[in-house]
Each structure stands twice: as structure tokens, then as C-alpha cells.
């Protein structure tokens, strides 16, 4: 029973790292989202209407960015109401590049990963160097949150990840990347003002 739970806690634990692998996130400090004690928001954008057929993956990824978002401050405690709304959310998707991919096993010489002449390395490594040493595609999102009352940014996070296939379509696999990668990135902000009160 111990060794099916202990299975079953691993398996759980690898899923969730495939589905962040290649996401990086870099969020802003949050002691100004925090000093505000908001509890409600709004989208400071209209979802977009994809309205000619358009193959543009911007009109998969805006529902299942703005899905993720509102889910995981809900989680939070805050609420989606744009009548009372304290301060907006906002988002930039650009797609980018990346000259060489920080190692997971680089020294704190080099961030990126390398190969060191007559060191006797395996042809494994030496492999890997170079593949993931040369220019990467990225997508990346920038989430911004806006007080509502004085027009000004409390917070931010960006989140790139790294484009293993930038021919895939299937909706699903993103929904999922997105999600991870939007619940990590949010992962600092406080439960809203009323959640800490029990309302």
C-alpha cells in the first residue's frame, strides 16, 4: 500500500516536471500587488474573436492563457468582476530567440553549456553542447497586473519557453503547458484580501 502510494506521489511529480520542462519564468517582486489587498479584477482586453478563420495560433493561445489566469486566481480567492474591479490584467505574447540554452550542469563560469578541449568528456555531452548551444526559438508571455484607480503597474512575470516543435497543433498539449507554466509564474502572489478573512 506504502510502496502504490510512494509510485503514485513519483509519477505525479514527473508529470508535472515534463510539463514545465523548457519554461522559464521571472516574476516581478510582489510587495506592491500585495500592499494593495485587492480582491477584485477585470481583463483590460477584450478575449479575441477569431473571426476569419484565421490558422493564427494567437487565437489558441489567448483563451487558454486567459482560462489558466482566471483559474488560478480564483484558486487565490479573487474575483472576476469587472463592476468592481481593483486592478486588470493584461498580456503580451512575442515570440524570440535564444543564443545557447542555460545548462542544468553549467559551472557558474559559463551559464551555457560547452565543450572543454582535453578533458576526456563523453561524446554524449559533447552532443548535447551543441545542441543545445546554438539558437533556440521562444515564445514568451508577459502577464501585467494594473491598479485600476492609479493606472499603474503592481506586477509582472514573463515567461518564456523554449520551442521544441514549432510545427505542433494539438490544442491539448498546450492547454496543459500553458496552465503549468501560468501556475508556476503566479505562484508568489497572496490569497486575495477577503480569502485571508474566510469570506
Not at 54 to 74: E, F
Not at 147 to 156: A, C, S
Request: aromatic residues 6%.
Amino acid at each position: 500500500m506504502q510502496l502504490s502510494k510512494r509510485l503514485l506521489g513519483i509519477s505525479a511529480l514527473l508529470l508535472t516536471l515534463a510539463a514545465c520542462s523548457g519554461v522559464e519564468t521571472r516574476p516581478a517582486d510582489v510587495s506592491d500587488f500585495a500592499a494593495g489587498n485587492y480582491h477584485y479584477y477585470s481583463w483590460r482586453s477584450e478575449p479575441l474573436m477569431n473571426t476569419t478563420n484565421s490558422t493564427d495560433s494567437m487565437y489558441r493561445l489567448d483563451p487558454a492563457l486567459r482560462d489558466a489566469i482566471n483559474t488560478n486566481l480564483k484558486s487565490k480567492g479573487y474575483v472576476l468582476d469587472p463592476a468592481r474591479a481593483q486592478f486588470n490584467v493584461d498580456y503580451i505574447f512575442a515570440p524570440g530567440a535564444r543564443d545557447g540554452v542555460k545548462g542544468v550542469e553549467a559551472s557558474n563560469l559559463s551559464t551555457h553549456p560547452g565543450v572543454v578541449p582535453n578533458r576526456d568528456i563523453d561524446q554524449a555531452s559533447i552532443d548535447n553542447a551543441y545542441a543545445l548551444g546554438g539558437l533556440k526559438e521562444t515564445r514568451n508571455i508577459g502577464i501585467q497586473f494594473n491598479d485600476v484607480g492609479r493606472k499603474q503597474e503592481v506586477w509582472h512575470v514573463i515567461i518564456t519557453k523554449l520551442v521544441e516543435n514549432a510545427n505542433s497543433t494539438t490544442g491539448s498539449n498546450q492547454n496543459r503547458a500553458i496552465s503549468a507554466a501560468v501556475n508556476k509564474s503566479m505562484e508568489s502572489l497572496p490569497l486575495a484580501k477577503h480569502s485571508l478573512m474566510g469570506e
